[in-house]
T-cell receptor, first 112, second 114 residues
Framework: GENVEQHPSTLSVQEGDSAVIKCTYS??????FPWYKQELGKRPQLIID?????GEKKDQRIAVTLNKTAKHFSLHITETQPEDSAVYFC???????????FGKGTSLLVTP | GAGVSQTPSNKVTEKGKYVELRCDPI?????LYWYRQSLGQGPEFLIY????????DSGLPNDRFFAVRPEGSVSTLKIQRTERGDSAVYLC????????????FGEGSRLTVL
């Protein structure tokens, strides 16, 4: 499938700071962009998603932005807390279908 | 059960052996997906079922991999003549229906091929 590039691979922030994770995709047919959080040894869980007809979506401390022209989308976490520490994966739908291409993940560490 | 259930949680096998991994999705979820996740990587799509039929199997790496969902609920991923490169965590996910939306993942089946 088409690639989803994710940066950075690791991110360390102090509690209370903001964290930003960026992804780019290559499939112009992609129309659905979810973000999953995976804690160590646990299953991935959806934290937020955005569809291609929307440029930004916010849910409490988490926001996602989408630039369809540039084919990139970003996750913003404000007022980070130690429990935000986990691996975050971005994903893009494959050929506007239901399967997803995932990025390689960003390991976020929030230090008290 | 309340969530997606996968068995076995761990499977160690020898190269060349046959392996079956089972997934029991959330009751009422018509869509079921198989992904595999290698260490330090994101989940990699394998196959998607809508009901009993495989709607998209483009992610299966080769003909050693096969999956079924005969009654539209439980699914089995079958791997023949396993190779060391098949070692990974195999994740199953289900969702309410067709179309994009939240995937509910199981805990995964960790396969180790010696």
């Amino acid at each position: 499938g088409e690639n989803v590039e994710q940066h950075p691979s690791t991110l360390s922030v102090q509690e209370g700071d903001s964290a930003v994770i960026k992804c780019t995709y290559s499939d112009s047919a992609s129309n659905y962009f979810p973000w999953y959080k995976q804690e160590l040894g646990k299953r991935p869980q959806l934290i937020i998603d955005i569809r291609s007809n929307v440029g930004e979506k916010k849910d409490q401390r988490i926001a996602v932005t989408l630039n369809k022209t540039a084919k990139h989308f970003s996750l913003h976490i404000t007022e980070t807390q130690p429990e935000d520490s986990a691996v975050y994966f971005c994903a893009a739908s494959i050929n506007s279908g239901y399967a997803l291409n995932f990025g390689k993940g960003t390991s976020l560490l929030v230090t008290p | 059960g309340a969530g997606v259930s996968q068995t076995p949680s761990n499977k160690v096998t020898e190269k060349g052996k046959y392996v079956e991994l089972r997934c029991d999705p959330i009751s009422g979820h018509t869509a079921l997906y198989w992904y595999r996740q290698s260490l330090g990587q994101g989940p990699e799509f394998l196959i998607y079922f809508q009901g009993t039929g495989a709607a998209d199997d483009s992610g299966l790496p080769n003909d050693r991999f096969f999956a079924v969902r005969p009654e539209g609920s439980v699914s089995t991923l079958k791997i023949q003549r396993t190779e060391r490169g098949d070692s990974a965590v195999y994740l199953c996910a289900s969702s309410v229906g067709g179309g994009t939306g939240e995937l509910f993942f199981g805990e995964g089946s960790r396969l180790t091929v010696l």
